[in-house]
């Protein structure tokens, strides 16, 4: 964990005072929730013949994040994204996946609305957990990032990559974001993503037969490590309507970590993770070349 800089929020102050039918589990295969690998469980696609082009390779791992308090959680990697879901919360930890330009530019795949609960994930909530229950299912990876494979679209909408958010963020400042991600991978070659939700003590709203806790905000983590001077840069938006520029919602990626627990981004080499994960330029970040 790195030193804290201070920054400037919407303020701080303001955000962080906002912030403020069963489980789908395998019961014959206890040992399958310890796995970790694709997940045969997924519905099936016709077959994908498009293959991702490879990884820059420059830096691997930056999609593992190590936790203060991973006893509730479990890691598993599905294609085009990793994650560890809480089965506490019944959310994810984080979502961490590597978005290339000519991912962000795919038209391969249609998205699917295909919601689907993944039995190896102990805790798993179904796609009647958000119904009626006055909250979007909001993906933390989404699924305009997974257009370049079908196996790709189909996992994203594991209910694993949800949690609840209101429909003003999820229609509104989240998708604002989503899309100016798109615009810097493709400016940047590659940009690594992290994404979750942060709850606090005063949480205590769930939703559904399998409670599924809601969170009073969530952050984004995002590098760009492939560029000539790296640079990284973080949001936070409450979970309500966050209207003004996404300038004011922009922090460092430090200062995601105190709140949440996570160390992003640790494969970095020391020296310049210090130097991206203390910084936040938004300016920077926003220029068209």
């Given at each position: 964990m790195k030193p804290i800089v201070p920054i400037l929020l919407i303020g701080s102050a303001a955000i962080l005072a906002?912030?403020?039918?069963?489980?789908?589990?395998?019961?014959?295969?206890?040992?399958?929730?310890?796995?970790?690998?694709?997940?045969?469980?997924?519905?099936?696609?016709?077959?994908?013949?498009?293959?991702?082009?490879?990884?820059?390779?420059?830096?691997?791992?930056?999609?593992?994040?190590r936790m203060d308090n991973p006893e509730n959680s479990l890691e598993k990697e599905y294609?085009?994204?990793?994650?560890?879901?809480?089965?506490?919360?019944?959310?994810?930890?984080?979502?961490?996946?590597?978005?290339?330009?000519?991912?962000?530019?795919?038209?391969?795949?249609?998205?699917?609305?295909?919601?689907?609960?993944?039995?190896?994930?102990?805790?798993?909530?179904?796609?009647?957990?958000y119904k009626r229950s006055g909250y979007n299912r909001g993906h933390m990876c989404p699924a305009a990032d997974q257009k370049w494979s079908l196996q790709a679209m189909s996992d994203c909408f594991v209910m694993a990559n949800m949690c609840p958010q209101a429909h003003a963020l999820n229609a509104g400042a989240w998708n604002t974001l989503e899309n100016k991600e798109r615009q810097w991978a493709r400016r940047d070659s590659a940009i690594m993503i992290v994404a979750g939700p942060i709850y606090t003590a005063d949480d205590k709203e769930t939703i559904g037969a399998s409670q599924v806790?809601?969170?009073?905000?969530?952050?984004?983590?995002?590098?760009?490590?492939?560029?000539?001077?790296?640079?990284?840069?973080?949001?936070?938006?409450?979970?309500?309507?966050?209207?003004?520029?996404?300038e004011n919602y922009v922090t460092t990626?430090?200062?995601?970590?105190?709140?949440?627990?996570?160390?992003?981004?640790?494969?970095?080499?020391?020296?310049?993770?210090?130097?991206?994960?203390?910084?936040?330029?938004?300016?920077?970040?926003?220029?068209?070349?």
């Amino acid at each position: 964990m790195k030193p804290i800089v201070p920054i400037l929020l919407i303020g701080s102050a303001a955000i962080l005072a906002a912030i403020g039918a069963g489980y789908c589990t395998n019961k014959n295969n206890p040992s399958a929730a310890a796995q970790e690998s694709a997940p045969a469980s997924s519905p099936s696609v016709a077959a994908d013949n498009s293959a991702r082009q490879p990884r820059h390779g420059n830096h691997e791992g930056l999609d593992r994040v190590r936790m203060d308090n991973p006893e509730n959680s479990l890691e598993k990697e599905y294609e085009g994204f990793r994650l560890s879901f809480n089965k506490k919360n019944k959310t994810p930890d984080y979502v961490a996946w590597e978005l290339l330009g000519s991912e962000a530019d795919a038209t391969d795949v249609s998205r699917t609305n295909n919601f689907w609960c993944d039995p190896d994930i102990d805790g798993c909530p179904t796609p009647e957990d958000y119904k009626r229950s006055g909250y979007n299912r909001g993906h933390m990876c989404p699924a305009a990032d997974q257009k370049w494979s079908l196996q790709a679209m189909s996992d994203c909408f594991v209910m694993a990559n949800m949690c609840p958010q209101a429909h003003a963020l999820n229609a509104g400042a989240w998708n604002t974001l989503e899309n100016k991600e798109r615009q810097w991978a493709r400016r940047d070659s590659a940009i690594m993503i992290v994404a979750g939700p942060i709850y606090t003590a005063d949480d205590k709203e769930t939703i559904g037969a399998s409670q599924v806790r809601v969170p009073g905000a969530f952050f984004k983590a995002i590098i760009a490590p492939y560029v000539e001077k790296p640079r990284g840069i973080a949001f936070i938006y409450p979970n309500m309507s966050s209207p003004g520029n996404m300038e004011n919602y922009v922090t460092t990626i430090d200062y995601v970590e105190q709140l949440t627990g996570l160390d992003l981004f640790y494969n970095l080499p020391d020296e310049l993770e210090n130097e991206i994960e203390s910084t936040s330029s938004f300016r920077e970040w926003n220029r068209k070349h």
